[in-house]
């Protein structure tokens, strides 16, 4: 199956990191956003198709407990929403069911919003990463319907 990736938005900061792409049966159960001031962490947990749990790496650097928006089985990830500037100051997860509180600062540079397209799904995120989220994009795919 392909992705495609839009973005990132934000900062030059920190280096820069991937998600890998998904097999076919797997699915995104869980978003770990770690945010106070501003986002510090991101990090994505995907189920196999035998329910084996698999997270990703967190990207950043982990702050106190993070958010946890945990999907259900039927739901997936359609947007992601925030303020940028040389970090990610703020971000919202949107889901087909459900949009996350605002997480991190109030404040911060511009927009960005990164929507998958109806039959897609946000399955992943690129951007670049250090001592917090300097930048995000997403990464799509097709849902298999």
């Not at 971000?91 to 929507?115: C, V, W």
């Not at 990463?129 to 930048?135: I, Q, S, T, V």
Request: hydrophobic share 35%; proline share 5%.
């Amino acid at each position: 199956m392909t992705t495609r990736r839009c973005g990132p938005s934000g900062g030059t900061g920190g280096e820069e990191f991937a998600d890998d792409v998904l097999p076919e049966d797997w699915q995104v159960v869980e978003v770990h956003v770690h945010a106070r001031k501003q986002v510090y962490a991101v990090q994505i947990v995907h189920e196999t198709g035998d329910g084996r749990r698999h997270p990703f790496p967190v990207h950043g650097k982990p702050a106190e407990q993070p958010y946890i928006l945990r999907l259900a089985a039927d739901e997936f990830i359609v947007g992601i929403s925030g303020h940028c500037s040389a970090q990610v100051d703020s971000m919202r997860i949107h889901t087909n069911k459900q949009i996350s509180p605002l997480l991190g600062g109030d404040g911060g540079g511009g927009a960005f919003i990164y929507e998958a397209a109806s039959g897609s799904e946000i399955v992943g995120f690129f951007g670049r990463a250090g001592d917090g989220l300097h930048a995000i994009g997403v990464i799509l795919r097709g849902r298999g319907l």
